[in-house]
């Protein structure tokens, strides 16, 4: 990945090149622009950006595939560019991840109103996925749940933001790795929320959870940055205690099989932005030294 980094930094040509092939991979294409936004601007990553387009351009011309096989990766391209942009003016993770979740909340709606008549067959396709599942369980129609369009713009908000997240963290890991080593390392270890902030997102995160399930895309969308913070919190925690990586492992086995790790690393950082766990754990190792 190191060997990448430096052809992408060798110049336009090289760069406008990883970003049109690395359309075929996962994260190549916005993590490359994302690098260049960082290190020479967004100026300079727009145009990389465009090369990137090309290819899901030419998709959405010569085939038949829904327009949101096209629309949601260049969402994610899009927002990534921008998300760099702020990060890299700004150099805050938390502003970063608000500026995402936002922009990737306005690409859903834009979704919406661009490829209504796909918005509608997406719904019906979902609905139609879930009703064949809950009638292979066995569960009867009071208890069945009909994903609805809001839910569905949810979930295409919801990827969006993982993709541009994704991305972005492959992108600032490759610019500490060419620039700054270990800088991303200690970046991420030392990210906390605001005290004010996390409060006031988690509260909307409780509110939430009294909403028809089909917004719970949406609550998970808002309680991005609160995830985040928390992944942080057990990556920096790990590393001073010198814990093995299972540790890890574990933390994002939990988070893919395992439902409550994500609430449980939502409420970590909001506990940790209130009373700076991070700082009263380091004070603890220190005193049994």
Not at 97 to 107: E, G, I, Y
Not at 170 to 182: I, M, S
Request: net charge positive; hydrophobic share 60%.
């Amino acid at each position: 990945m190191r060997a990448l980094a430096q052809f992408i930094m060798r110049g336009r040509a090289q760069a406008c090149g990883t970003a049109l092939v690395g359309s075929l991979l996962p994260l190549i294409s916005p993590a490359a622009v994302g690098l260049v936004a960082l290190r020479k601007g967004n100026s300079e990553a727009l145009i990389v950006a465009l090369w990137a387009l090309l290819p899901w351009l030419a998709i959405y011309l010569s085939s038949d595939l829904t327009p949101f096989m096209t629309l949601v990766p260049v969402a994610g391209l899009v927002v990534t560019l921008v998300a760099a942009g702020v990060l890299r003016v700004i150099v805050s993770w938390q502003w970063t991840l608000l500026v995402t979740a936002f922009l990737s909340a306005v690409s859903a709606a834009a979704f919406a109103f661009i490829a209504n008549v796909a918005v509608d067959q997406i719904v019906a396709d979902v609905a139609g996925l879930v009703a064949q599942v809950n009638s292979q369980a066995g569960v009867s129609e009071e208890l069945q749940f009909v994903p609805s369009r809001a839910f569905v713009l949810g979930l295409l908000a919801w990827m969006v933001a993982l993709t541009a997240v994704a991305s972005l963290f492959v992108a600032r890991w490759w610019q500490a790795v060419l620039f700054n080593p270990g800088g991303f390392k200690e970046e991420f270890h030392q990210f906390r929320l605001d005290k004010t902030l996390a409060i006031a997102m988690f509260a909307v995160v409780v509110v939430g959870v009294a909403l028809p399930r089909e917004y719970a895309p949406w609550i998970e969308l808002v309680s991005l940055p609160l995830l985040i913070a928390g992944i942080a919190i057990v990556h920096s925690s790990v590393a001073l205690m010198g814990w093995g990586g299972q540790w890890l492992g574990l933390m994002y086995f939990g988070l893919l099989f395992i439902g409550p790790t994500g609430v449980l690393l939502v409420g970590l950082a909001v506990v940790d932005s209130i009373l700076n766990l991070r700082s009263r754990l380091a004070a603890f190792k220190n005193r049994n030294s």
